[in-house]
C-alpha cells in the first residue's frame, strides 16, 4: 500500500502500523510509520541535500532528541521517494558484534542471497563486504546503510570503557571507510550517534574526519514544529483535537529533560483514555490529557504499575532484566544495552518461560518499554532492550538501579584484578576490609558466571580467588579462636601448678622433719604418651617393614610399581628425603669406576654417556627453533630414537620436552587444547565404556568431551544443574553421575539419559565441595562445607553421616579399593580411617598453616600424596604415613592430585596456572612443567592406561590433554616430517665422531 511521509505520498509498505493509535509512545517512530511521523521537515531536507553531494553523512543530537526517528520515518522515506534506481536501505546498529550485526544486516535483506555459512564465513574469516557483495551479484544496487546508535562500538566494555580495541570494532570501522572509497558500488552511509560520544570518535583519525567534515547536529524543535508533532498524527488517524489541547500539553512540559520522549508518551496514553471512553466522534479533550496524571511523572508512574503487576520472584528477576539492559561509565551517565532473551535468564538464574513472562509485562500494548514491541513472539534468541534510553532518568526505580549495579560492577572488577595479580605472584589474598565488602558483594547481589563475563571474562577466577581468601580468613579467625582458649588454660595451669609445687614442698618439709635422714623416696613419673609425629622438613628414614603389602590391579600387575622401583633401584627412602628436589643447576657427578670394571667397559660407558649427551643437547636445542618445524621435528625425534638406542632414560625431561614442543608445531599449537569450553573446569572424571571423559564448570554446565585429543572438537551437552558446580563422581557402571555444587547440594544426572537430573539433594548440606567413590561398592563419600563426612548410595541415593570432622575438611581422598580415607583440614591436619571403622580416624601429619588442599591415594594405596598450600607435594608412605619426599615445583597452593593408574606418574594441578607432571621412579628429578592452562588449575585426571592426563582451569585454555612418555608421541612421526637432516645439519647438531644417518626411511 501506498504511504505518506510527513503529509506527502511515499512508497515504504507498511508493516504493522496501530492505527488505533497513531502515537508510538516512549519508543522511536518506524520506517511503517512515517504517516505520523510531523514536525522535522526542514532537517529532513537538509539531510536529504547533504547526501546528494556526499556519500556520508553522521547526525548528532542528545539522548532523546529523536535522531532514530528522524531517520527511520523522516530520512530514508524521502530518499526512496527520490531515488530513480531504488534504493535498498540497511539499518543496523553495532552491538557487542558490530561485524556479524552488518552481515546480518545484509542478510535481512537478502535472505535468498546470503545464508547462515556466509555469515559465519564473513565473521570468522578476514574477507570484506565488498567481495560478499560481488560475490554475491549484489553489486549493482543502490545502497544506504544506516548505521544507528553508532555509540555502542565505544560502551561495549566493562563499565563502559571504550570497545575499540576489539578486533571486531575496529575491522568494523575499517568496513565503513573501505565502503566509502570503493567506486564499483554505489553507496551511501549514515551514523546517528549520541552528542556526548563525539569526542570518542577521535580513536579513528580517517572516520573521524570524516564524522566532522560531513556533521549535522540536530537542533531543538519549536514551537511551530512541535504543534504539528501534537496535532498530525491525531488528523492522520481520522480524529480531531480540542481547540487549545497542544498549548496546554505543550506549556506543561515546559523545558522538561526529554521532552520529545515524554510528550510522544503523553501523547499515546491520552488516545489510549480517549478511545475507552468510547466516544470517537468527540475530539481529543483537555479532560482526557489531565485524566492520566501528570505528564512529567506518567512514564515512572507507568512503569511502576507494571512493576507492581509481578510477584516477589517476579520483582527480583525484573531487577536482575533491567540492570542487565542498562549501564553507566564515568564518562557517560545512563545507557542502554541490549541482550538475548537466553542470556538474560542465564544472568537471572531462571528458565526462559519464567524471563519471558517478566519481560512481556514491560511491552505490552500501550507501555512498549521494552522491544522489540508486543506483535513479535519471543524466543531465546530474540534480541532484547529499553525502548529508549530516556526511560532511565525517567523512571526513579531504574535510576537506582543503574547506580547499584555500576557500584557492584566497580567491586567485580576490582576482584577480578586483584585475582590476576594473585595468580602472577604480584599480590596477596584480600585483607579483613577488603575481604568484608567483597562477601557483602556476593551475599547480595549473588553473581552468576553470566552476569559477570559482561564485564570481564575472568569470573570464575574472581569467585575462585574470593573463595580463597575466604578460606584464609576462616582459618585464621578458627587459629585465632584456638589460640585464645589455649592460653587461657595454659594461665589456668600456671596457677594450678604453683599451687600444686606449694603443696608438694610443704608435704615434703612435714614429712621429712619426721624422717631419720635417709634416701629420699624416689617419685614415679606418668608414662610419656606417644603421639603421631609432627610435618618436619627433613623426617627420619623410614623404619624397614613400614609399608603395606602392595596391591595388584584386575591384569595381576603390581601397582605403584613406579614408587617401589625407587627403592629397588638403591634409593633409599632417607635419600630422598634428604633431597626432595635436585637442583637442575649442580655439576655432573663423577662416578669412580669399580674395580670389577675392565677399562675397555669403561671406555663404552664413556662412549655411550656421550652419545646421551648429544641427544639431550639437540633436543633442547630443538625447542628453540622458530621457523623451521621440520627441522625442529627432525631433532626431537632424532634425539628421541639415540635416547631409546643408547638405553637412556626412558623418561628423559628434555627428550620429552623436544618431541611436546614439535609436535605443537607440527600439528598445531593447539592440537591437545579442547576448544568451545566457555567456563571454567571444576572436576574430570573418566568414562571407561566410551572413553570420553566428564567435566563439570562454574556455569552449571556439565559435558561430555572425547577422551582422544584428535576428537577434541566433539561435545555433548548434559542438563544444566544451574548452580556453580564443585565436584564430580561417577557410579561403578557408569550410568549415574553425581555432581556436588556450591548452594545446590548434590545432584544424580542420568549418564544414559542425555544427563537428566533425576534428584537433588540439600538435606545434608547445600554445599558439597568433595566427593569420591567408595571403590566399587555402589556407595561413595561427600564433604562440604560442614564439620562432617556423609557416606551415600548410588542406587537409593539414601545417605548417612559417616564421621563429624573437628575442623572444616579441606581436601578429601579414597584408596582405589575403597578401603583407606583420607581428609585434610583448615587447622592443617590430614586424618586417616578404615572407610569400615571411621571412629578410629588418626592423626597421620600435621602441616600448620601449610594447610593440605588436595589428597590422592597411588592405586595401591602404599603412598598419599598432599598437596600443600606453598605448592609442594608431601608424599608419605607406610601405615605411619611417614614423609617419603617433598615435590617442589608448583608457586602457590596444589587443588588437584592424581596418579596414574600404574603408579609411575603423579600430576598435580596449581593456582599458579601451571599442570606438574612427576615420574615417581625418581621422585628427585625436577617435574615437567606445562604451562598451557591460564588461571587456576583445578582439576586433574588420567586416562585409564595412564597414557594422557588432563587438565582443567579457570581461563582459556581451560581443558589441555597431554601425552604422559615420549614414547606416545612418536607412534607415526615420521608422517608429520617432510624430509631428512642434512649431513651438514647432522654435524652441526650430532657432531661429526657419530656417523649420519636417517631419521625417517623414505624421505629424502
Known amino acids: 500500500m501506498r504511504m505518506t511521509y510527513m503529509g506527502k505520498s511515499s512508497t515504504i509498505q507498511a508493516g504493522v502500523l496501530h492505527y488505533d493509535n497513531p502515537y508510538p509512545g516512549i ?20 539531510l536529504s541535500a547533504m547526501l546528494e553531494k556526499r556519500r556520508f553523512l553522521s547526525v548528532f543530537g542528545a539522548s532523546g532528541s529523536g535522531k532514530t526517528s528522524l531517520i527511520s520515518s523522516g530520512l530514508i522515506p524521502a530518499l526512496i521517494e527520490k531515488s530513480d534506481k531504488g534504493l535498498v536501505p540497511i539499518r543496523i546498529t553495532p552491538g557487542q ?64 570503557q571504550s570497545n575499540i580495541q576489539s578486533k571486531d570494532a575496529a575491522r568494523f570501522v575499517r568496513e565503513i571507510q573501505s565502503l566509502l572509497r570503493e567506486n564499483r558500488l554505489q553507496i551511501s552511509i549514515v551514523i546517528a550517534i549520541r552528542s556526548d560520544f563525539r569526542n570518542d570518535c577521535r580513536v579513528y583519525k580517517g572516520l573521524y574526519k570524516l564524522i566532522e567534515e560531513a556533521g549535522y547536529v540536530l537542533p531543538s524543535m519549536d514551537k511551530k ?93 525484573c531487577e536482575k532484566l533491567f540492570k542487565a539492559l542498562t549501564a553507566k561509565s564515568e564518562a557517560h551517565a545512563g545507557y542502554k544495552r541490549g541482550a538475548t532473551l537466553g542470556t538474560l535468564a542465564k544472568i537471572a538464574q531462571v528458565d526462559l518461560e519464567t524471563m519471558t513472562d517478566v519481560v512481556e509485562a514491560f511491552r ?63 599480590a596477596e589474598l584480600l585483607n579483613n576490609a577488603e575481604l568484608q565488602q567483597a562477601l557483602e558483594w556476593r551475599n547480595t547481589h549473588n553473581p552468576g558466571s553470566a552476569w559477570g563475563v559482561q564485564y570481564d571474562t575472568a569470573f570464575e577466577r574472581a569467585m575462585v580467588f574470593l573463595k580463597t581468601s575466604e578460606d584464609q580468613y576462616v582459618w585464621e579467625e578458627e587459629q585465632e579462636d584456638f589460640l585464645k582458649r589455649r592460653n587461657a588454660l595454659l594461665k589456668k595451669g600456671v596457677i594450678y601448678g604453683v599451687g600444686a ?136 625425534y632424532q634425539s628421541y630414537l639415540l635416547n631409546q638406542e643408547y ?13 611436546y614442543a614439535a609436535m605443537k608445531k607440527l600439528v598445531s599449537p593447539a592440537y591437545n587444547i579442547y576448544p568451545n569450553l566457555r567456563h571454567s573446569i571444576k572436576d574430570i572424571c573418566w568414562l571407561r565404556r566410551t572413553g570420553s571423559l566428564l567435566v563439570v564448570s562454574g556455569d552449571g554446565s556439565v559435558k561430555i568431551l572425547a577422551g582422544n585429543v584428535a576428537n577434541r572438537a566433539s561435545q555433548i551437552d548434559l542438563d544444566n ?17 553425581v555432581v556436588g555444587t556450591s548452594g545446590g547440594g548434590l545432584l544424580f544426572l542420568e549418564l544414559e539419559n542425555k544427563g537428566r537430573i533425576v534428584d537433588a539433594r540439600k538435606d545434608n548440606g547445600a554445599t558439597v565441595l568433595f566427593v569420591r567413590n567408595l571403590g566399587n561398592s555402589g556407595a561413595f563419600i561427600t564433604a562440604g562445607t560442614e564439620n562432617k563426612i556423609m557416606r551415600w548410595d548410588y542406587a537409593s541415593h539414601s545417605a548417612e553421616v559417616l564421621l563429624n570432622t573437628p575442623a572444616r575438611p579441606s581436601a578429601l581422598a579414597v584408596s582405589l579399593n575403597g578401603k583407606k580415607v583420607a581428609y585434610a583440614t583448615r587447622d592443617g591436619k590430614v586424618y586417616e580411617f578404615d572407610a569400615s571403622n571411621p571412629d578410629q580416624a588418626t592423626e597421620i601429619a600435621d602441616f600448620g598453616n601449610n594447610q593440605a588442599w588436595s589428597l590422592e591415594y597411588s592405586p595401591g594405596g602404599q603412598y598419599l600424596a598432599a598437596g600443600l598450600r606453598d605448592g609442594k607435594v608431601s608424599v608419605m608412605q607406610g601405615n605411619g604415613r611417614k614423609v617419603l619426599a617433598n615435590l617442589e615445583g608448583p608457586k602457590a597452593r596444589v587443588t588437584g592430585l592424581a596418579y596414574s593408574s600404574d603408579g609411575l606418574f603423579l600430576v598435580a594441578g596449581s593456582h599458579d596456572g601451571n599442570t606438574y607432571l612427576w615420574n615417581t621412579k625418581n621422585l628427585e628429578a625436577r617435574p615437567l612443567v606445562f604451562e598451557e592452562n591460564n588461571g587456576f588449575v583445578l582439576a586433574v585426571c588420567f586416562s585409564p592406561d595412564g597414557r594422557y592426563f588432563y587438565s582443567g582451569s579457570v581461563d582459556f585454555p581451560r581443558m589441555v590433554g597431554r601425552p604422559s612418555s615420549a614414547a606416545i608421541m612418536v607412534g607415526d612421526f615420521c608422517a608429520l616430517l617432510g624430509r631428512n637432516l642434512t649431513p651438514e645439519e647432522w654435524r652441526t647438531y650430532f657432531g661429526a665422531g657419530l656417523p649420519y644417518r636417517k631419521t625417517c626411511n623414505g624421505l629424502n
Open 27 to 46: 519508543r522511536p517512530f518506524s520506517g511503517a510509520e512515517d504517516r505520523c511521523f510531523f514536525g522535522r521537515e526542514k532537517e529532513v531536507a537538509d
Open 501 to 636: 609445687v606449694v603443696l608438694l614442698f610443704a608435704f615434703l618439709f612435714i614429712f621429712g622433719s619426721r624422717g631419720d635422714g635417709g634416701d629420699e623416696p624416689s617419685v614415679n613419673a606418668d608414662p610419656v604418651v606417644k603421639q603421631a609425629p609432627a610435618y618436619t622438613e627433613d623426617p627420619q628414614a623410614i623404619a624397614p617393614g613400614d609399608t603395606e603389602d602392595p596391591e595388584v590391579n584386575e591384569s595381576g600387575q603390581v601397582l605403584d610399581q613406579g614408587l617401589s622401583g625407587a627403592a629397588s633401584q638403591g634409593e633409599s627412602a632417607s635419600t630422598i628425603q634428604r633431597n626432595p628436589l635436585a637442583d637442575h643447576t649442580a655439576p655432573a657427578v663423577t662416578r669412580p669406576v669399580p674395580e670389577d670394571v675392565q677399562p675397555a667397559e669403561a671406555a663404552l660407558n664413556a662412549d655411550r654417556q656421550a652419545v646421551l649427551d648429544l641427544a639431550k643437547s639437540a633436543a633442547v636445542q630443538s625447542q628453540g627453533i622458530e621457523r623451521n618445524p621440520d627441522l625442529q621435528g627432525l631433532l626431537a
Open 721 to 737: 544443574t544451574g548452580q556453580s558446580n564443585e565436584c564430580l563422581a561417577v557410579s561403578p557402571d557408569e550410568k549415574l553421575a
Open 97 to 160: 558484534h558490530p561485524l556479524e550485526r552488518l552481515i546480518r544486516g545484509l542478510m535481512q535483506v537478502f535472505p535468498r542471497k546470503i545464508y547462515e555459512a556466509d555469515v559465519q564465513a564473513y565473521v570468522s574469516g578476514g574477507g570484506s563486504l565488498i567481495d560478499v557483495l560481488l560475490e554475491k551479484g549484489l553489486g549493482s544496487h543502490n545502497y544506504l546503510l544506516v548505521v544507528d546508535q553508532f555509540e555502542e562500538l565505544f560502551r561495549q566494555g566493562a563499565m563502559g
Open 364 to 426: 505490552k500494548r500501550g507501555r512498549s518499554f521494552l522491544i522489540p514491541g508486543a506483535e513479535i513472539r519471543l524466543h531465546a534468541e530474540s534480541w532484547i532492550e529499553l525502548s529508549h534510553e530516556a526511560l532511565i532518568p525517567l523512571w526513579d526505580r531504574l535510576h537506582t538501579w543503574v547506580e547499584e549495579e555500576y557500584a557492584s560492577v566497580r567491586i567485580y572488577l576490582k576482584l577480578s584484578e586483584a585475582s590476576a595479580l594473585y595468580q602472577q605472584g604480584r
Open 647 to 659: 638405553k637412556g632414560n626412558t623418561y628423559d625431561r628434555d627428550i620429552y620436552l623436544g618431541l
Open 225 to 317: 514544529a512541535l504543534r504539528s508533532v501534537v496535532r498530525g498524527p491525531v488528523e492522520q488517524a481520522g480524529g480531531i483535537l480540542e481547540e487549545g489541547f497542544e498549548d496546554l500539553i505543550l506549556d506543561e512540559l515546559g523545558d522538561a529533560e526529554h521532552f520529545l520522549p515524554l510528550l510522544q508518551f503523553a501523547l499515546m496514553r491520552t488516545w489510549d483514555y480517549w478511545k475507552q471512553r468510547g466516544k470517537a466522534g468527540l475530539p481529543v479533550s483537555r479532560a482526557d490529557y489531565e485524566a492520566i496524571g501528570p505528564v512529567r511523572s506518567a512514564v515512572s508512574r507507568a512503569m511502576e504499575e507494571a512493576y507492581e503487576s509481578l510477584d516477589k520472584q517476579g520483582k527480583l528477576i
